[in-house]
């Protein structure tokens, strides 16, 4: 059974960092895409970053240059670090795991598992 358990959200100010982590067990994909995606309330959830087997990245353009994904594939471990921290930065974000066909879309539906979340407040 697959499990992903978030941690390392928090509040904030402006400018401000923070390192989301994701421990992820019993995924068994040789091939797959690992992403963060985020929702705001009343607001649809939005892929942010991902991730490949191949350690391929992607990025939506509201991040790029401030987030940066990575993974520890001996810890099982999938991070996000957030820099330069905005207010619309303020979030539930969820770590997600699929399997990969051809590249990693920042789109919900190709992710088969979801942790339960994390929140992000950044204030202003």
């Known amino acids: 059974q697959v499990q992903l358990q978030e941690s390392g959200g928090g509040s904030v100010q402006a400018g401000g960092s923070l390192r989301l982590s994701c421990a992820a067990s019993?995924?068994?994909?040789?091939?797959?895409?690992m992403g963060w995606f985020r929702q705001a309330p009343g607001k649809e959830r939005e892929g942010v970053a991902a991730?490949?087997?191949?350690?391929?990245?992607s990025y939506a353009d509201s991040v790029k240059g401030r987030f940066t994904i990575s993974q520890d594939n001996a810890k099982n471990t999938l991070y996000l670090q957030m820099n330069s921290l905005k207010p619309e930065d303020t979030a539930m974000y969820y770590c997600a795991a699929g399997p990969r066909f051809t590249q990693c879309l920042l789109t919900p539906g190709r992710f088969d598992y979801w942790g339960r979340g994390t929140q992000v407040t950044v204030s202003s």
């Open positions: 019993g995924y068994t994909y040789s091939s797959y895409c």
């Open positions: 991730i490949d087997s191949d350690g391929g990245t």
